[in-house]
């Protein structure tokens, strides 16, 4: 029942990504003239508000974070999604692995430099206040605590895990007589 409820999460985190990453985070790579006004709006609203001036006029070393989510991860999107809404599919442990590493190994400087960066207040003013940068982080902070739980799951539950043995992945030896 437990891993049920795990999967469901995993569908919901991947099939709302979907969408997010499409119509969001891409418009930090496309061309501005790509995207209606109503979704350029949504993004200038969501960096105003939420001080994410990253999203604005992102720096080259977060373009390459999104550059990766555009190539690698958007089209591990769906697949995963289907994977956990159907459950207990063990082909998706090792994508699951890779995925869940690379983008918990991206937040972390992501989340360092939200918490640390002194952010300028113009021309796209980011946080200031601790209370900012802290709403800021539970922003992103999702997007590493899920694909470590993901990667928890994969490497320890018995339901993906490929021999069948708890956080084991030794090999069967055969018995010499």
Request: aromatic fraction near 16%; charge should be positive; hydrophobic fraction near 45%.
């Amino acid at each position: 029942m437990g891993i049920r409820i795990l999967e469901i999460i995993f569908f919901f985190y991947f099939a709302s990504h979907i969408p997010i990453t499409i119509f969001i985070d891409f418009q930090a790579l496309l061309p501005t003239n790509v995207y209606p006004q109503a979704l350029k709006d949504l993004l200038t609203w969501y960096a105003n508000d939420f001080k994410d001036p990253m999203m604005l006029d992102p720096p080259v070393w977060f373009k390459s974070f999104i550059f990766c989510e555009a190539l690698v991860q958007t089209p591990f999107f769906p697949v995963a999604a289907y994977a956990f809404l159907k459950g207990g599919c063990k082909w998706i442990r090792t994508p699951a692995i890779v995925y869940s590493t690379h983008v918990a190994t991206t937040l972390v400087p992501i989340l360092a430099h939200i918490l640390f960066f002194p952010f300028p207040t113009k021309p796209n003013p980011g946080p200031q206040t601790m209370q900012e940068r802290f709403t800021l982080v539970s922003i992103y902070a999702p997007y590493l605590l899920v694909p470590l739980m993901i990667l928890l799951t994969m490497l320890f539950s018995s339901t993906y895990n490929s021999n069948g043995q708890k956080g084991k992945s030794t090999p069967k030896t055969k018995k010499i007589k």
